[in-house]
Nanobody, 121 residues
């Protein structure tokens, strides 16, 4: 199994910053994509940012210019630096990974338990 453990959520005032971290562990052969999704109260889960092992990134328009995703492939860890936070960024943030446990198995989706980010106005 692959486990994703997030850290770094919390309460921050509008305009503040937080940094989320997510480390993958367990039986891992390769991880192609790692990233973050979020789900606000009463809303659908939405993509925030993803990063491939080759360095390509995909960032939601709503957070471009404020959030930065980075990744340490050697540590199977992904980070999300969130600056200029807004109340509408309040959500549970989920770490995501797409990878394989062995060389002969197709890749699968993996999700973390989520970390709550609350931005007060």
């Amino acid at each position: 199994q692959v486990q994703l453990v997030e850290s770094g959520g919390g309460l921050v005032q509008a305009g503040g910053s937080l940094r989320l971290s997510c480390a993958a562990s367990g039986r891992i052969f390769s991880i192609n994509t790692m990233g973050w999704y979020r789900q606000g109260l009463g809303k659908q889960r939405e993509l925030v940012a993803t990063s491939t092992s080759g360095g390509s990134t995909n960032i939601a328009d709503s957070v471009k210019g404020r959030f930065t995703i980075s990744r340490d492939n050697a540590k199977n860890t992904v980070y999300l630096q969130m600056n200029s936070l807004k109340p509408e960024d309040t959500a549970v943030y989920y770490c995501y990974a797409w990878g394989s446990q062995t060389y002969d198995r197709p890749p699968s989706d993996y999700w973390g338990q989520g970390t709550r980010v609350t931005v007060s106005s």
